[in-house]
């Protein structure tokens, strides 16, 4: 009886190997599918594709995106959670995701911090404070005076939840009033502006950029802590007069919970030694972009903070949650 058991329990553990992927075939043996929870063409879909190719270099693996957008990203991350944590799935978070959304909304299908297992940092993308070109504002101090000569007066378009956030942080750092105008979307801010019809906006970098080289728009800070290459002779906010100010949109690599630490560790070396190429840091150059590396541990706490950010700038701004 004995002796058949054991050939009985062998038998079992030989189905279960050779069931699991997991267990059957080494790490790295089939295609590797990145989630973009933003549409095709989006920054954040721009970007896993160059680091798609990238990676698939790196891995000697295909890389395959899907996009499945809708509601600031939620659908994909509620989504995503079901896969199981073996690295076939990974998914692109930005700063949408995993830190506006939790003070944007009442309630998520999905938490950040519990339902992913961080893996790497890859992409930082500061914010642009442009205004219209005939606003009699050439410097941040003298905007930040004719606000306060017109309190309320002076409008700032929104089209994202960066958007908005970045212009409630200028008006909380400054101590002015500023009148926000809600809108689908960057292009028709951009409209509203080179028409008259709005003063200032806080845009990402790789949208502004045409507009401010071509004189249309006039740039008078960038959002990072530190100045960036693509926008020469353009000061930080900070260096511009306003304390505390830093407000960054980001890309980052997430499993799902539950991932053991080997293959965290092996997928952070090769999204490292991607970001870190000089390829990669030549086109985030080139889109306005700053290349991010991290650990594992490093990311979650960079995204605590993030959150933490964007708690209080929701809170001051007595922005409504959804």
């Given at each position: 009886?004995?002796?058949s058991?054991r050939?009985?329990?062998?038998g079992?553990?030989?189905?279960v190997i050779?069931?699991?992927p997991?267990f ?9 599918q ?6 095709a ?9 160059f ?7 790196e ?10 957008g809708?509601?600031n990203?939620i ?7 079901r896969h199981?944590p073996d690295g076939?799935?990974?998914f692109?978070a ?8 939790l003070s944007l ?8 911090s519990?339902?992913?297992t ?5 992409m ?6 442009v205004?219209r070109?005939?606003?009699?504002a ?9 606000a306060?000569q017109?309190?309320g007066m002076?409008t700032?378009?929104?089209s ?8 409630e942080l200028?008006?909380?750092?400054a ?11 960057a ?8 028409g008259?019809h709005?003063?200032?906006f806080?845009?990402d ?7 401010v ?11 990072t802590?530190n100045?960036i290459?693509?926008?020469?002779g ?11 100010y830093?407000l ?5 690599a997430?499993?799902?919970a539950?991932?053991p630490p ?5 997928l ?10 000089p390829?990669t840091?030549a086109?985030?150059?080139?889109i306005g972009?700053i290349?991010?590396?991290?650990s594992s541990?490093e990311?979650?706490d960079f ?6 950010k964007w708690?209080?700038i929701?809170?001051?701004?007595g922005?409504?949650?959804?």
């Open positions: 009886m004995a002796m058991a050939k009985v329990l062998a079992c553990f030989v189905i050779c069931s699991n997991s059957s075939q080494p790490f790295l043996s089939r295609p590797i990145l989630t973009v929870p933003f549409p063409g989006s920054a954040t879909d721009i970007v896993a594709r680091l798609g190719d990238k990676l698939s270099e891995l000697k693996q295909p890389v395959v995106i899907e996009n499945r809708g509601a990203g659908l994909a991350a509620q989504t995503f959670i199981a076939y799935n990974i692109i930005s700063n949408t995701t995993h830190a506006a959304n909304y009442n309630s998520l299908p999905y938490s950040p519990k339902d992913f961080p893996v790497s940092c890859l930082k993308i500061p914010l642009v404070l205004v070109r005939d606003l009699p050439k410097n941040v101090q003298e905007l930040v005076a004719l306060k017109k309190p002076l700032f378009g929104s994202s939840s960066s958007s908005r956030a970045g212009a200028l008006k909380m750092r101590e002015i009033d500023l009148r926000n105008v809600p809108y689908k979307g292009p028709q801010v951009i409209n509203d502006l080179l008259g709005l003063d200032l806080v845009g970098a790789t949208t502004v950029m045409p507009l080289r071509s004189g249309d728009l006039r740039a008078l800070a960038i959002t802590a100045r290459d693509a926008y020469p353009v000061p930080t906010m900070m260096e511009a007069g306003i304390p505390n830093e960054i949109g980001w890309f980052a997430f499993l799902p539950g991932a080997d293959l965290v560790s092996k952070n070396k090769a999204f490292t030694e991607t970001v870190a190429g390829d840091e086109f985030f150059a080139k972009g290349s991010h590396n991290c541990a990311l979650a995204v605590a903070s993030e959150s933490e708690r209080q929701v809170d001051v701004a922005i409504e949650k959804q």
